[in-house]
């Protein structure tokens, strides 16, 4: 299949379960905002490095939010609800709440909820206060500007990780430009994120290593610098590969991202569109992409 | 289903109503209804004797009071859900040992209007009061949770030994509000002075008092006039308690 003269391969994605938090960040202004919010969710690109994958869902406007303020949406997935959990912890209490005039709520109604802004309370040292509003328990944290305001608790649900394009050319800076155009369409999908920098990850891997204390190494099929001494995936002409990986709150939502990143890359220098995948062995959620593109479902 | 009951002028006394749930009269026949006693000093009398009952069943659950409504105490007493609506005014003890639900009184409310029944229980545990016009002292007393709006002035002793909550008074509040005060906070246009266990904190952090009023917004019920465009000044107390309650007033005292 050809889509603007961009091959499309005939292979799927291999995504995977995950656990989901949103987080609805508020602050005085929308930079504010973004600002908690990119630092909330920094150096969550990989999995397997990280422990966490989070990205920049959207804005949300004032009028939507609690506490009606500007606010951005950011969604956090892991492998289990425990270190999902560890990490919601961790980065609000490391990245928010230090954030000037920051509050933080939760964004998704779940069954399953993990104590968050209950167990940060106690950094107010008792002095903090809660509020029961609704159905809803907030927490008064004093800070030097104010008080920082938080949900006691976050929704974990189920998500689905793993989604991936993998976009070849002819050239570096076409092939970037095209990842970009990618990264920048599938965030426009709410409920979908791209965690690596700018949504482009140069350094796709696959499981296990020669050296035994190493989980991931280099995926090196696609490395154009070792097509001599390994059995490539790359064509003669193609000389660089950017990798798009995609995270979303349901198998839909990263269809239709993985659907809106194809159709952005198919620009001049795109010689392919590929997808990573184990062989079907290690995700039971398998993405083919010329049936994205026909009718939307994998 | 919506169950009206509209009292009739003229009936001495003060009406306990505390038997009518609102979650067992919704679900019971129009005779039923009528056979429900109620207490007027000690004796019991039906409550087809002091009022006309109406069902509406293709409307949403509510249950109503309209008529001479006055005297009539305990209005949604132990509520645990659901709408009730009094189109006129509410007598004592209004929503005493409620812990959920909405009650929008149209007209003034009486003393203890969400306060403890007596003073070793607790106030309010749950749910909303909202009251157009004025109500009476004590408003709040004991209170544990919730959220009471009166739009226009409370008596005296707002918030008394209240354990936490908000209390929103649109007007102004009597005097002594907030003796006793555990934790929870009170918010009020005007006061006339506070107790000397209250000490000014500065101005007041405003994002839960917007969540606060996102909420009071969402059962359909309005801000006081200019809350939205100050920030209000902060005083905690009581000290002689715990120190952890608040007083927050919009309008400089007098």
Same mark, same amino acid.
């Given at each position: ?88 912890? /961790? ?5 928010? /709440? ?33 509020? /029961? ?153 398998? /993405? ?11 | ?5 509209? $009292? ?190 209250? $000490? ?55």
């Amino acid at each position: 299949m050809q889509l603007k003269g961009v091959v499309i391969d005939n292979t799927f994605a291999e995504a995977f379960p995950m656990w989901v938090s949103r987080l609805i960040l508020t602050a005085d202004t929308s930079r504010l905002a973004l600002q908690a919010a990119e630092a909330a969710s920094g150096l969550a690109f990989s999995i397997i490095g990280c422990g966490c994958e989070a990205g920049i869902e959207g804005d949300v406007p004032a009028s939507e939010t609690p506490d009606g303020r500007p606010g951005v949406a950011a969604l956090f997935f892991s492998y289990a609800p425990e270190k999902l959990e560890e990490h919601l912890l /961790l980065r609000i209490g490391q990245a928010i /709440l230090p954030s000037a005039t920051s509050a933080c709520f939760n964004g998704l109604a779940a069954e399953r909820m993990a104590k968050v802004g209950g167990k940060l309370r106690f950094f107010a040292n008792g002095f903090q206060s809660s509020k /029961l509003i609704g159905d809803q328990r907030y927490w008064r944290i004093p800070v030097a500007d104010g008080e920082f305001v938080v949900s006691e608790s976050f929704g974990i649900g189920q998500g689905v990780g793993g989604g991936n394009l993998i976009i070849l050319g002819t050239e570096r800076g076409k092939v970037l430009t095209a990842a970009e155009a990618a990264g920048n369409a599938l965030r426009k999908v709410r409920g979908a994120i791209a965690p690596f920098p700018g949504g482009v990850c140069r350094s796709p891997s696959k499981p296990g290593s020669k050296y035994k204390e190493v989980r991931a190494s280099t995926n090196d099929v696609y490395a154009p610098t070792l097509r001599t001494r390994v059995p490539t995936e790359l064509k003669p002409e193609e000389q660089s590969a950017y990798e798009i990986v995609i995270d979303g709150t349901t198998e839909q939502i990263v269809r239709t991202a993985m659907k809106e990143g194809i159709r952005a890359a198919c620009l001049p220098g795109v010689t392919r569109i590929t997808a990573g995948n184990y062989g079907g062995k290690w995700g039971p959620y398998h /993405l083919y992409l010329h049936r994205l593109l026909k009718d939307g479902k994998a | 289903m919506r169950v009206e009951l509209k $009292f009739r002028s003229g009936v001495q006394g003060r009406l306990d109503v505390s038997s009518l749930h609102s979650n067992l009269l919704l679900r019971m026949t129009g005779k039923e209804l009528e056979l429900q006693t109620l207490w007027m000093g000690h004796k019991t009398i039906s409550l087809a004797e002091v009022c006309a009952v109406r069902k509406h069943v293709d409307k949403q659950d509510e249950l109503v009071f309209s008529g001479e409504t006055q005297g009539l105490i305990k209005i949604g007493y132990a509520l645990t859900g659901g709408r009730l609506t009094i189109e006129g005014n509410a007598g004592d003890e209004l929503g005493v040992g409620m812990s959920a639900g909405v009650i929008h009184v149209h007209g003034n409310a009486g003393d203890w209007c969400g306060a403890n029944e007596n003073p070793n229980s607790l106030g309010i545990q749950g749910g909303m009061i909202f009251v157009d016009g004025n109500a009476g002292d004590q408003v709040g007393a004991g209170m544990r949770r919730g959220l009471i709006l009166v739009s226009k002035n409370m008596g005296k002793y707002v918030g008394a030994r209240m354990n936490a909550g908000t209390i929103l008074c649109g007007g102004k509040v009597g005097d002594h509000p907030g003796l006793g005060l555990k934790r929870g906070s009170i918010i009020t246009s005007k006061a006339n002075g506070l107790l000397p266990g209250f $000490f000014p904190a500065g101005k007041a952090d405003e994002e839960w008092l917007r969540i606060c009023f996102n909420e009071i917004c969402s059962v359909g019920m309005r801000i006081p006039t200019g809350w939205l465009e100050k920030i209000p000044n902060r005083f905690t107390g009581d000290h002689l308690e715990m120190g952890k309650g608040e007083i927050l007033i919009y309008d400089p005292m007098e």
